[in-house]
């Protein structure tokens, strides 16, 4: 079982990067598929999350317009589009497997039995 994270780059504010989460191990109709970041010096933020029951995603506040999260179940691979980027959007982004969503939203670590190596965002002012 392994998640796989990839995407990150250094991108302008205003700009915009897909991250894309590649599992492998099992399905994503059997698990909740999330996403959460965490900056140097700062706890760990859930981000957003896709249902595998019947795709619904759930955001956080403060990326609920600007993010965009989407699963290819052909391709077991969940992506989150990140648009209107901002410079505190720098942080590693992980993506991570859930019983369901608000597992896989959780900041603890408990709650979620798979996550990937992360791969890092960076937006420059």
């Known amino acids: 079982v392994q998640l796989v994270e990839s995407g990150g780059g250094l991108v302008q504010a205003g700009g915009s990067l897909r991250l894309s989460c590649a599992a492998s191990g099992f399905t994503l ?8 970041r965490q900056a140097p010096g700062k706890g760990r933020e859930g981000l957003s999350c896709i249902s595998s029951s019947d795709g619904r995603a759930f955001y956080t506040g403060s990326v609920k317009d600007r993010f965009t999260i989407s699963g ?15 410079p505190e959007d720098t942080a590693v982004y ?13 900041t603890r670590a408990t709650d979620y039995d798979k ?6 965002v960076t937006v420059s002012s």
């Open 94 to 106: 992980y993506c991570v497997r859930g019983i369901d969503c608000i597992a896989a939203m959780s």
């Open 115 to 120: 996550w990937g190596p992360g791969t890092q």
């Open 72 to 86: 290819d179940k052909t391709k077991n691979t969940v992506y989150l589009q990140l648009n209107s980027l901002k």
């Open 29 to 36: 109709d059997d698990y909740a598929i999330g996403w959460f």
